[in-house]
């Protein structure tokens, strides 16, 4: 029985494999890994504009002032790196040809990245847990899940 491990967050996506052969313990291999540089950084970073130059009129005792419009830049992005998780999500599930799969997304992306999965992998989806596991080591992943 071939399960599959997925964490993200909105700047790293791992997935691992979890095999067992009878006589043997469980083991978890990593199978990809990558960061999106989309997701790390401040949106003001990202959004700039030039150096003295947003909203000023001109003069010695000038105010600066914004257009006025509400931007949701960094909830737009949110949304935008989800659905990019769940494509990879849906590719993985559907190439490594597994029985079930595990989720771990943190709690800002994980609604969005499992709406965004395709019916056929959402119902191989055996547990999802609402905690970024990104950074935790393979060795210690399984205890998360069983």
Known sequence: MKKIIIAVDLGHFKA???TKAPLESTRVTLIESYDSPAGHGKISDKLSDKTGRFGSVGGRNSK?????EEHNAALENSRRLAKLMAREINAIIKRNNCDS???AAVKKINALVVENLTPAV???LERNILSDLTKTD???ILHHFY
């Open 122 to 124: 959402k119902a191989k």
């Open 101 to 103: 799969w595990f989720l």
């Open 138 to 140: 393979k060795s210690e």
């Open 64 to 68: 600066s002032t914004g257009s006025g």
């Open 16 to 18: 691992y494999s979890v």
